[in-house]
């Protein structure tokens, strides 16, 4: 009863550290998503993968890449961690990416970076 | 340009009495709303949705209502409960760029259910 998984779930970075944040999925989704949410902010998406084999730009994908590494996994990498870049890292799945199909997400990687 | 609207930070309420959770939004392409709840380091988690057809759709104690023609949705918690105290996240569906349908999501509004 796993669903999303995400790890690490908390990680302190120097600037510059590169880092890949972990997700994957036992739901069989097609869609995976990567989103950041920062205080006050609403969940914003960073990149996302319709389908294995595919993925796109969300709204803010600057000092970002993800990899779908199969249908259970959509890793997001860090090359050259920034301050800026401190927030908490959600990841989401859903069956696919149609309409009011609801996303699946897990609990939250907390990235800090100095 | 915010898209999803979340006007309230917070709202506090007292246990049994009605929760009214307000959202507006911008872009007339979005077709279906979704509501999530987020409880402190927990991710999001789905509560109900609605089709951009249709204005009322409920589920249990929650009911969401859509008004098209003003751009507005809100969820309505009755009675509210103290373990229904998150943070509520409003989110709309629409398409970008071929097929894909992807979120945006409000800045979301903390709720609090006093006993």
């Known amino acids: 009863n796993a669903g999303v998984t995400q790890t690490p779930k908390f990680q302190v970075l120097k600037t510059g550290q590169s880092m890949t944040l972990q997700c994957a999925q036992d739901?069989?989704?097609?869609?995976m998503y990567w989103y950041r949410q920062d205080p006050g902010m609403g969940l914003r998406l960073i990149y996302y993968?319709?389908?294995?084999?595919?993925?796109d730009k969300g709204e803010v994908p600057n000092g970002y890449n993800v990899s779908r590494l199969n249908k259970r996994e959509f890793s997001l990498r860090l090359e050259s961690a920034a301050p800026s870049q401190t927030s908490v890292y959600f990841c989401?799945?859903?069956?696919?990416?149609?309409?009011?199909?609801?996303?699946?997400f897990g609990d939250g990687t907390r990235l800090s970076i100095l | 340009d915010q898209q999803v609207k979340q006007n309230s930070p917070s709202l506090s309420v007292q246990e049994g009495r009605i929760s009214i959770l307000n959202c507006d939004y911008t872009?007339?392409?979005?077709?279906?709303f979704l509501w999530y709840k987020k409880y402190p380091a927990e991710g999001p988690t789905f509560l109900i949705s609605?089709?951009?057809?249709?204005d009322k759709n409920e589920d249990g104690r929650f009911t969401v209502f859509l008004n098209k023609s003003a751009k507005h949705l809100s969820l309505h918690i009755v009675p509210s409960q103290p373990g229904d105290s998150a943070v509520y996240f409003c989110?709309?569906?629409?398409?970008?760029?071929?097929?894909?349908?992807?979120?945006?999501f409000g800045k979301g509004t903390l709720l609090t259910v006093n006993p």
């Open positions: 609605i089709s951009s057809i249709k």
């Open positions: 989401a799945s859903r069956t696919r990416a149609l309409g009011g199909q609801p996303q699946h």
């Open positions: 872009n007339s392409m979005f077709d279906y």
């Open positions: 739901m069989n989704h097609n869609s």
């Open positions: 989110a709309a569906s629409g398409k970008s760029g071929g097929s894909n349908y992807k979120l945006t």
């Open positions: 993968s319709a389908s294995e084999g595919t993925t």
